[in-house]
């Protein structure tokens, strides 16, 4: 069981499963004390409105924290961080596209390292998804291995991080969008904090989705090649 946990929750369009993923995450029996951390950035829907609801509809003695912060994953992640209380952080979709696996793994974990990253890419994954996809996700493996020598198969999963490492990261985070997992792993190695890839299955590949492949790839892209030139 984990003692304790802070979730970081970037909400933007998910009025239609925030309720159910903060249900999966108070009910869950692997975790003995969560905080809960929503921040809203810019929905078109009525996300903020239903967050706000569910978090009043809760005990008094649920920890739930709504934020706003402007548009983007990025700037909804580092408007978070500030508010975290215990030792150990999990970001993750407001859908749990990887449902309580990460959280299952590092339950059972040593606890030695300091940023466990939920990998698609680690053989024991379990992922079923488009053969466009997976080509997606292996042109940005070569690109970060390359541009920025990171190794790791996939840094856009879930991932819970050492909450002071992660405020000591924090100061150095600029991203605003989708690339800010990338911009956290590269610097939790730029600081010798010790990562490893951990297995996760995915369980919701939501439809609603707010990845838009072409247009964020090729910000990712852009944003690869800028951090790689910045540290050479």
């Given at each position: 069981?984990?003692?304790?946990?802070s979730?970081?929750l970037?909400?933007?369009n998910?009025?239609?499963?925030?309720?159910?993923?903060?249900?999966?995450?108070?009910?869950?029996?692997?975790?003995?004390?969560?905080q809960?951390?929503?921040?809203?950035n810019?929905s078109?829907?009525?996300?903020?409105?239903t967050?706000?609801?569910v978090?009043?509809?809760?005990?008094?003695?649920?920890?739930?924290?709504?934020?706003?912060?402007?548009?983007?994953?990025?700037?909804?992640?580092?408007e978070?961080?500030?508010?975290?209380?215990y030792?150990?952080?999990?970001?993750?979709g407001?859908?749990?596209?990887?449902?309580?696996?990460?959280?299952?793994?590092?339950?059972?974990?040593?606890?030695?390292y300091?940023?466990?990253?939920?990998?698609?890419?680690?053989?024991?994954?379990?992922?079923?998804?488009?053969?466009?996809?997976?080509?997606?996700s292996?042109f940005?493996?070569?690109?970060?291995?390359?541009?920025?020598?990171l190794?790791?198969?996939?840094t856009?999963?879930?991932?819970?991080?050492?909450?002071k490492n992660?405020?000591?990261?924090?100061?150095?985070?600029?991203?605003?969008?989708?690339?800010?997992?990338?911009?956290i792993?590269?610097?939790?190695?730029?600081?010798?904090?010790?990562?490893?890839?951990?297995?996760?299955?995915?369980?919701?590949?939501?439809?609603i989705?707010?990845?838009?492949?072409?247009?964020?790839?090729?910000?990712?892209?852009?944003?690869?090649?800028?951090?790689?030139?910045?540290?050479?």
């Amino acid at each position: 069981m984990i003692k304790e946990l802070s979730v970081i929750l970037p909400l933007h369009n998910k009025e239609h499963c925030i309720e159910d993923t903060v249900e999966a995450l108070l009910s869950t029996n692997l975790i003995e004390r969560i905080q809960i951390i929503i921040v809203e950035n810019e929905s078109t829907d009525n996300s903020f409105l239903t967050a706000k609801k569910v978090a009043s509809s809760m005990n008094a003695e649920k920890d739930i924290t709504i934020l706003k912060s402007t548009k983007g994953k990025g700037k909804a992640i580092r408007e978070g961080i500030p508010f975290i209380k215990y030792e150990w952080c999990l970001i993750t979709g407001a859908d749990l596209p990887f449902g309580l696996t990460a959280i299952e793994f590092f339950s059972k974990s040593s606890k030695k390292y300091d940023l466990y990253l939920g990998s698609k890419g680690h053989p024991e994954s379990v992922i079923s998804r488009k053969f466009s996809r997976r080509l997606y996700s292996q042109f940005f493996y070569i690109l970060r291995k390359n541009f920025l020598k990171l190794r790791y198969l996939d840094t856009h999963g879930s991932m819970i991080a050492r909450s002071k490492n992660l405020r000591e990261v924090s100061k150095m985070l600029t991203q605003d969008e989708f690339f800010i997992d990338t911009e956290i792993v590269f610097n939790f190695e730029l600081l010798k904090f010790k990562i490893i890839e951990i297995p996760v299955t995915l369980v919701n590949d939501d439809m609603i989705s707010t990845v838009r492949p072409l247009k964020d790839g090729l910000k990712m892209l852009k944003e690869t090649v800028i951090l790689g030139l910045q540290n050479k």
